[in-house]
T-cell receptor
Framework: SQKIEQNSEALNIQEGKTATLTCNYT??????LQWYRQDPGRGPVFLLL?????KEKRKERLKVTFDTTLKQSLFHITASQPADSATYLC??????????FGAGTRLFVKA | GAVVSQHPSWVICKSGTSVKIECRSL??????MFWYRQFPKQSLMLMAT?????????EQGVEKDKFLINHASLTLSTLTVTSAHPEDSSFYIC????????????FGPGTRLTVT
């Protein structure tokens, strides 16, 4: 069956360091992959979309990689700040416009 | 741009009553809207996909007679939880995409439903 795996354990890092979150998937061949940020009690906010023919995408302090051979995406936040603390969701296209979300990884950035 | 609102943000209702949740795209026309529910520390679970003027497509296991979806216009979709029960208590979130070929979803702030 299809699976999206994100590290369920929270990631704790020091302010200024680079946070790296992992998204692994099985039994998918997504045309694109997305990352969202979700704060407690709020709806997710779109961050980045990367297509299957793109290896890397950047937006300000964010960088996403997409390895279709490894079936993995890495999400990096450089020069992390306490305001980056949130849950980050990986999402895959699953045919047409349907998107399947991972459970997310909670990130805590300590000042 | 791409702001989606939901109303109400939270609601408490008694078992057996119905609750309507509205989802509006404020500054764009949403070709497709999605309804999700989310349990604490769990992923978003897609309930249904709706396109303006047509019937919603429900995911397997989601009762369409229980969760009525109406996508009346390009800026408004509603979810009605009929004959609510305590197990329907959850966080309901809508999202919208704009334009054909657009994949990123713009989410509303969510509605916390508590059924007593």
């Amino acid at each position: 069956s299809q699976k999206i795996e994100q590290n369920s354990e929270a990631l704790n890092i020091q302010e200024g360091k680079t946070a790296t979150l992992t998204c692994n998937y099985t039994n998918y061949s997504p045309a694109y992959l997305q990352w969202y940020r979700q704060d407690p009690g709020r709806g997710p906010v779109f961050l980045l979309l990367i297509r299957e023919n793109e290896k890397e995408k950047r937006k300000e302090r964010l960088k996403v990689t997409f390895d279709t051979t490894l079936k993995q995406s890495l999400f990096h936040i450089t020069a992390s700040q306490p305001a980056d603390s949130a849950t980050y969701l990986c999402a895959l296209e699953n045919g047409g416009f349907k998107t399947i979300f991972g459970a997310g990884t909670r990130l805590f950035v300590k000042a | 741009g791409a702001v989606v609102s939901q109303h109400p943000s939270w609601v408490i209702c008694k078992s057996g009553t119905s609750v309507k949740i509205e989802c509006r795209s404020l500054d764009f026309q949403a070709t497709t809207m999605f309804w999700y529910r989310q349990f604490p520390k769990q992923s978003l679970m897609l309930m249904a996909t709706s396109n303006e003027g047509s019937k919603a497509t429900y995911e397997q296991g989601v009762e369409k007679d229980k969760f009525l979806i109406n996508h009346a216009s390009l800026t408004l979709s509603t979810l009605t939880v009929t004959s609510a029960h305590p197990e329907d208590s959850s966080f309901y979130i809508c999202s919208a995409t704009r334009g054909s070929g657009a994949y990123e979803q713009y989410f509303g702030p969510g509605t916390r439903l508590t059924v007593t």
